[in-house]
Protein backbone atom coordinates (compact mmCIF):
# COMPACT_ATOMS: atom_id res chain seq x y z
CA UNK A 1 0.00 0.00 0.00
CA UNK A 2 3.03 2.59 0.86
CA UNK A 3 4.26 2.02 -2.52
CA UNK A 4 0.62 2.59 -4.12
CA UNK A 5 0.39 5.92 -2.69
CA UNK A 6 4.21 7.08 -3.43
CA UNK A 7 3.05 6.59 -7.00
CA UNK A 8 0.54 8.78 -6.84
CA UNK A 9 2.11 11.77 -7.56
CA UNK A 10 0.26 13.86 -9.90
CA UNK A 11 -3.64 14.84 -10.80
CA UNK A 12 -3.44 12.39 -13.79
CA UNK A 13 -2.37 9.43 -11.10
CA UNK A 14 -4.88 10.11 -9.04
CA UNK A 15 -7.77 9.98 -11.61
CA UNK A 16 -6.28 6.74 -12.30
CA UNK A 17 -6.10 5.57 -8.68
CA UNK A 18 -9.69 7.15 -7.71
CA UNK A 19 -11.76 5.37 -10.91
CA UNK A 20 -9.84 1.95 -10.55
CA UNK A 21 -10.47 2.31 -6.60
CA UNK A 22 -14.06 2.74 -7.18
CA UNK A 23 -14.49 0.04 -9.68
CA UNK A 24 -12.65 -2.31 -7.38
CA UNK A 25 -15.18 -1.27 -4.43
CA UNK A 26 -18.00 -1.97 -7.05
CA UNK A 27 -16.60 -5.25 -7.96
CA UNK A 28 -16.42 -6.64 -4.23
CA UNK A 29 -20.43 -6.59 -4.09
CA UNK A 30 -20.66 -9.07 -7.04
CA UNK A 31 -17.76 -11.26 -6.06
CA UNK A 32 -17.36 -13.89 -2.98
CA UNK A 33 -16.95 -12.70 0.61
CA UNK A 34 -13.37 -13.42 1.08
CA UNK A 35 -12.59 -11.79 -2.12
CA UNK A 36 -14.92 -9.14 -1.59
CA UNK A 37 -13.17 -8.14 1.74
CA UNK A 38 -9.46 -7.96 0.04
CA UNK A 39 -10.81 -5.45 -2.78
CA UNK A 40 -12.93 -2.81 0.21
CA UNK A 41 -9.46 -3.17 2.25
CA UNK A 42 -7.21 -2.56 -0.97
CA UNK A 43 -9.73 0.01 -2.71
CA UNK A 44 -11.37 1.77 -0.12
CA UNK A 45 -8.46 3.21 1.37
CA UNK A 46 -6.68 3.92 -1.79
CA UNK A 47 -10.00 5.67 -3.32
CA UNK A 48 -9.94 8.05 -0.48
CA UNK A 49 -6.49 8.85 -0.33
CA UNK A 50 -6.76 9.84 -4.32
CA UNK A 51 -10.21 11.78 -3.47
CA UNK A 52 -8.43 13.52 -0.85
CA UNK A 53 -5.68 14.60 -3.24
CA UNK A 54 -7.78 15.76 -6.19
CA UNK A 55 -9.86 17.58 -3.58
CA UNK A 56 -6.94 19.73 -1.74
CA UNK A 57 -4.51 19.82 -5.09
CA UNK A 58 -7.29 20.55 -7.54
CA UNK A 59 -10.59 21.10 -7.03
CA UNK A 60 -10.17 23.38 -3.68
CA UNK A 61 -7.60 25.44 -5.57
CA UNK A 62 -9.29 25.58 -9.02
CA UNK A 63 -12.73 26.75 -7.04
CA UNK A 64 -10.34 29.65 -4.83
CA UNK A 65 -9.06 31.00 -8.27
CA UNK A 66 -12.38 31.30 -9.25
CA UNK A 67 -13.86 33.09 -6.64
CA UNK A 68 -11.03 35.23 -7.03
CA UNK A 69 -11.26 36.00 -10.69
CA UNK A 70 -15.40 36.60 -9.95
CA UNK A 71 -14.42 39.17 -6.81
CA UNK A 72 -12.04 40.95 -8.97
CA UNK A 73 -14.52 41.45 -12.06
CA UNK A 74 -16.85 42.61 -9.67
CA UNK A 75 -14.13 44.81 -7.67
CA UNK A 76 -13.73 46.46 -11.19
CA UNK A 77 -16.70 46.48 -12.25
CA UNK A 78 -17.69 49.66 -14.29
CA UNK A 79 -14.44 51.08 -13.37
CA UNK A 80 -12.85 50.73 -16.86
CA UNK A 81 -16.01 50.20 -19.13
CA UNK A 82 -16.45 51.83 -22.83
CA UNK A 83 -16.29 56.07 -22.65
CA UNK A 84 -19.42 57.23 -23.26
CA UNK A 85 -19.92 59.81 -25.35
CA UNK A 86 -18.99 63.07 -24.04
CA UNK A 87 -19.07 66.84 -25.57
CA UNK A 88 -15.66 69.31 -25.08
CA UNK A 89 -16.69 70.63 -21.67
CA UNK A 90 -17.06 66.98 -20.30
CA UNK A 91 -13.47 66.15 -20.48
CA UNK A 92 -10.81 67.36 -18.54
CA UNK A 93 -8.01 69.58 -20.00
CA UNK A 94 -4.81 68.75 -20.32
CA UNK A 95 -2.09 70.13 -22.66
CA UNK A 96 -0.80 68.19 -25.36
CA UNK A 97 2.60 68.78 -23.72
CA UNK A 98 2.01 67.55 -20.31
CA UNK A 99 1.77 64.10 -21.55
CA UNK A 100 5.11 63.20 -19.90
CA UNK A 101 4.08 64.63 -16.83
CA UNK A 102 0.77 63.15 -16.76
CA UNK A 103 2.37 60.16 -17.00
CA UNK A 104 5.21 59.98 -14.22
CA UNK A 105 2.14 60.78 -11.81
CA UNK A 106 0.24 57.51 -12.92
CA UNK A 107 3.62 55.60 -12.77
CA UNK A 108 4.42 57.05 -9.86
CA UNK A 109 1.16 55.91 -8.10
CA UNK A 110 1.23 52.61 -9.72
CA UNK A 111 4.55 51.82 -8.71
CA UNK A 112 5.85 54.21 -5.48
CA UNK A 113 9.38 54.24 -4.53
CA UNK A 114 10.80 52.42 -7.86
CA UNK A 115 14.03 53.70 -8.69
CA UNK A 116 15.61 50.95 -10.60
CA UNK A 117 14.22 48.03 -12.86
CA UNK A 118 11.25 46.15 -10.75
CA UNK A 119 9.38 42.83 -11.91
CA UNK A 120 5.59 41.79 -11.63
CA UNK A 121 3.19 39.35 -12.42
CA UNK A 122 -0.27 37.85 -11.83
CA UNK A 123 -2.95 39.88 -9.79
CA UNK A 124 -0.40 42.28 -8.28
CA UNK A 125 0.63 43.11 -12.14
CA UNK A 126 -3.04 43.55 -13.41
CA UNK A 127 -3.65 46.00 -10.03
CA UNK A 128 -0.96 47.99 -11.38
CA UNK A 129 -2.25 48.19 -15.07
CA UNK A 130 -5.35 49.55 -13.51
CA UNK A 131 -3.50 52.22 -11.73
CA UNK A 132 -1.62 53.00 -14.37
CA UNK A 133 -4.51 53.60 -17.00
CA UNK A 134 -7.21 53.96 -14.83
CA UNK A 135 -10.02 56.56 -16.68
CA UNK A 136 -9.59 59.19 -17.83
CA UNK A 137 -7.41 58.72 -20.36
CA UNK A 138 -8.56 60.98 -23.03
CA UNK A 139 -8.69 64.61 -22.83
CA UNK A 140 -9.63 67.46 -24.19
CA UNK A 141 -6.69 70.43 -25.35
CA UNK A 142 -6.10 73.44 -27.11
CA UNK A 143 -6.10 72.33 -30.65
CA UNK A 144 -8.33 69.59 -29.39
CA UNK A 145 -8.26 65.96 -28.07
CA UNK A 146 -5.32 64.41 -26.53
CA UNK A 147 -4.45 60.85 -25.35
CA UNK A 148 -1.47 61.19 -22.87
CA UNK A 149 -0.50 57.16 -22.54
CA UNK A 150 0.72 55.45 -26.08
CA UNK A 151 2.00 51.83 -26.34
CA UNK A 152 4.70 51.16 -28.72
CA UNK A 153 5.38 47.59 -30.66
CA UNK A 154 4.62 46.99 -34.55
CA UNK A 155 2.26 50.06 -34.89
CA UNK A 156 2.10 52.65 -32.10
CA UNK A 157 -1.20 53.38 -30.61
CA UNK A 158 -3.10 55.52 -28.08
CA UNK A 159 -4.24 53.76 -25.10
CA UNK A 160 -8.05 54.90 -24.40
CA UNK A 161 -9.35 52.19 -23.12
CA UNK A 162 -8.40 49.62 -20.20
CA UNK A 163 -10.20 46.56 -18.90
CA UNK A 164 -9.50 43.68 -15.96
CA UNK A 165 -11.11 40.71 -17.64
CA UNK A 166 -9.82 38.09 -14.88
CA UNK A 167 -7.19 37.72 -12.04
CA UNK A 168 -4.32 37.27 -15.12
CA UNK A 169 -6.55 38.85 -18.16
CA UNK A 170 -6.68 42.64 -19.17
CA UNK A 171 -8.16 44.46 -22.03
CA UNK A 172 -6.08 47.33 -23.85
CA UNK A 173 -8.35 48.96 -26.31
CA UNK A 174 -8.92 45.98 -28.78
CA UNK A 175 -5.58 43.42 -27.32
CA UNK A 176 -6.84 40.78 -25.14
CA UNK A 177 -3.51 40.53 -23.09
CA UNK A 178 -2.79 37.13 -20.29
CA UNK A 179 -0.64 39.16 -18.28
CA UNK A 180 3.05 36.65 -17.71
CA UNK A 181 4.84 39.91 -16.50
CA UNK A 182 5.31 43.36 -16.70
CA UNK A 183 8.14 45.33 -15.72
CA UNK A 184 8.61 49.28 -14.17
CA UNK A 185 11.50 51.28 -15.60
CA UNK A 186 12.52 54.32 -13.89
CA UNK A 187 14.22 56.76 -16.00
CA UNK A 188 16.96 58.85 -15.03
CA UNK A 189 14.67 61.80 -16.47
CA UNK A 190 11.14 61.63 -15.32
CA UNK A 191 10.02 61.46 -18.95
CA UNK A 192 12.07 58.75 -20.12
CA UNK A 193 10.16 56.21 -18.07
CA UNK A 194 8.27 53.50 -19.27
CA UNK A 195 6.31 50.01 -18.17
CA UNK A 196 7.43 46.69 -19.87
CA UNK A 197 4.40 44.21 -20.68
CA UNK A 198 4.92 40.73 -21.66
CA UNK A 199 2.03 38.49 -22.41
CA UNK A 200 1.32 34.18 -22.32
CA UNK A 201 0.20 32.78 -25.81
CA UNK A 202 -3.17 31.73 -25.67
CA UNK A 203 -5.01 29.34 -27.71
CA UNK A 204 -6.33 31.26 -30.91
CA UNK A 205 -10.50 31.60 -31.11
CA UNK A 206 -10.35 29.52 -34.73
CA UNK A 207 -7.47 27.20 -34.17
CA UNK A 208 -8.57 25.78 -37.98
CA UNK A 209 -7.12 28.74 -39.57
CA UNK A 210 -3.75 28.13 -37.61
CA UNK A 211 -0.94 26.15 -38.69
CA UNK A 212 2.46 25.49 -37.44
CA UNK A 213 3.90 27.17 -40.72
CA UNK A 214 1.11 30.59 -40.74
CA UNK A 215 2.58 30.91 -37.25
CA UNK A 216 6.27 30.51 -38.04
CA UNK A 217 5.74 32.79 -41.27
CA UNK A 218 3.55 35.35 -38.73
CA UNK A 219 6.25 35.35 -36.05
CA UNK A 220 9.16 35.51 -38.82
CA UNK A 221 7.59 38.49 -39.94
CA UNK A 222 6.28 40.40 -36.86
CA UNK A 223 8.05 38.49 -34.10
CA UNK A 224 4.65 37.16 -32.71
CA UNK A 225 1.55 35.94 -34.31
CA UNK A 226 -1.85 37.69 -33.15
CA UNK A 227 -5.19 37.24 -34.68
CA UNK A 228 -8.40 39.01 -34.83
CA UNK A 229 -12.09 38.57 -34.28
CA UNK A 230 -15.17 39.83 -33.32
CA UNK A 231 -17.38 39.22 -30.33
CA UNK A 232 -20.94 39.63 -30.68
CA UNK A 233 -23.18 40.05 -27.79
CA UNK A 234 -20.07 39.62 -25.30
CA UNK A 235 -20.68 35.82 -25.97
CA UNK A 236 -20.42 35.06 -29.49
CA UNK A 237 -16.85 34.61 -31.48
CA UNK A 238 -17.33 35.84 -35.39
CA UNK A 239 -14.40 36.12 -38.03
CA UNK A 240 -12.49 39.15 -38.51
CA UNK A 241 -14.13 38.90 -42.27
CA UNK A 242 -17.57 38.75 -40.58
CA UNK A 243 -17.09 41.50 -38.46
CA UNK A 244 -16.19 43.61 -41.58
CA UNK A 245 -19.29 42.53 -43.56
CA UNK A 246 -21.48 43.18 -40.76
CA UNK A 247 -22.97 40.16 -40.40
CA UNK A 248 -22.32 36.12 -38.83
CA UNK A 249 -23.48 32.48 -39.08
CA UNK A 250 -23.86 32.11 -35.53
CA UNK A 251 -25.68 28.40 -34.78
CA UNK A 252 -27.00 28.32 -37.97
CA UNK A 253 -28.71 31.48 -38.47
CA UNK A 254 -27.51 34.93 -40.12
CA UNK A 255 -27.07 37.64 -37.95
CA UNK A 256 -26.91 41.12 -38.16
CA UNK A 257 -24.12 42.11 -36.08
CA UNK A 258 -24.87 46.14 -35.59
CA UNK A 259 -23.53 47.91 -32.90
CA UNK A 260 -23.21 44.59 -30.53
CA UNK A 261 -20.11 43.71 -31.99
CA UNK A 262 -16.40 44.57 -30.72
CA UNK A 263 -12.95 43.88 -32.39
CA UNK A 264 -10.31 42.09 -30.30
CA UNK A 265 -6.89 40.68 -30.96
CA UNK A 266 -5.76 37.87 -29.17
CA UNK A 267 -1.94 36.78 -29.08
CA UNK A 268 -1.75 33.10 -29.81
CA UNK A 269 2.33 33.53 -29.06
CA UNK A 270 4.56 35.28 -26.85
CA UNK A 271 4.29 39.15 -27.36
CA UNK A 272 5.73 42.11 -25.64
CA UNK A 273 5.62 45.71 -25.58
CA UNK A 274 6.16 48.82 -24.62
CA UNK A 275 3.69 52.07 -21.93
CA UNK A 276 5.22 55.46 -22.13
CA UNK A 277 3.85 58.73 -22.47
CA UNK A 278 3.07 59.96 -25.73
CA UNK A 279 5.90 62.87 -25.32
CA UNK A 280 8.71 59.53 -24.63
CA UNK A 281 11.97 59.58 -26.63
CA UNK A 282 10.53 56.23 -27.56
CA UNK A 283 7.87 58.10 -29.67
CA UNK A 284 10.96 58.38 -32.30
CA UNK A 285 10.21 57.04 -35.96
CA UNK A 286 13.89 56.54 -36.22
CA UNK A 287 14.40 54.45 -33.18
CA UNK A 288 11.14 51.89 -34.69
CA UNK A 289 12.88 49.40 -36.47
CA UNK A 290 15.41 49.04 -33.49
CA UNK A 291 12.86 48.91 -30.77
CA UNK A 292 11.21 46.07 -32.39
CA UNK A 293 14.36 44.44 -33.09
CA UNK A 294 14.81 44.91 -29.50
CA UNK A 295 11.52 43.83 -28.31
CA UNK A 296 11.97 40.70 -30.64
CA UNK A 297 14.96 39.94 -29.00
CA UNK A 298 13.87 40.11 -25.54
CA UNK A 299 11.34 37.43 -26.58
CA UNK A 300 13.44 34.97 -28.91
CA UNK A 301 17.08 35.55 -28.29
CA UNK A 302 17.46 35.70 -24.71
CA UNK A 303 18.17 39.89 -24.67
CA UNK A 304 17.60 41.76 -21.62
CA UNK A 305 15.21 44.45 -20.71
CA UNK A 306 18.03 46.80 -19.39
CA UNK A 307 19.04 46.54 -22.93
CA UNK A 308 16.13 48.55 -23.90
CA UNK A 309 16.79 50.84 -20.92
CA UNK A 310 19.98 51.41 -21.54
CA UNK A 311 18.96 53.00 -25.49
CA UNK A 312 16.13 54.58 -24.13
CA UNK A 313 18.52 56.78 -21.89
CA UNK A 314 20.10 57.65 -24.79
CA UNK A 315 17.53 58.46 -27.48
CA UNK A 316 17.01 62.68 -27.60
CA UNK A 317 14.46 64.22 -26.40
CA UNK A 318 11.38 64.45 -28.40
CA UNK A 319 10.86 67.73 -30.87
CA UNK A 320 7.20 67.88 -29.76
CA UNK A 321 7.65 69.64 -26.74
CA UNK A 322 5.58 72.88 -26.49
CA UNK A 323 2.62 71.33 -28.31
CA UNK A 324 -0.48 72.83 -26.83
Known sequence: MDKFFKVIKTEKDAWIGLV???????????????????LIILGAPSAIFCFSLLLIRSWIPS????????????????ESDEPKEASDGDLEFLPADQSAAFFAKRFSSAFPGIRKITWYSGKDAVDRLNILLRQPLNFRSKNGYTTPIWWWRNGNLQISEFKVLSRKRVLIDRMELKIKSIAAVPGKDYYRSFVYLEAHPERAVFPKDWNESRIAEAVELFGYASEEYGLYRKKFYVS?????????TIKGKVFELGDDVE????????????????????????FDSELRALLNGILHEGKS???????????????MWGIQ
Not at 20 to 38: D, G, H, M, R, Y
Not at 240 to 248: K, L, N
Request: hydrophobic share 40%; charged share 25%.
Open 263 to 286: LRERYITRFNLVIAPHLSPINNTD
Open 240 to 248: RSEYDDGAA
Open 305 to 319: LEELANRVEKLPKPR
Open 20 to 38: SSTIAVLVSFQVPEKLSWL
Open 63 to 78: LLSWVSDLKLVVKYAG
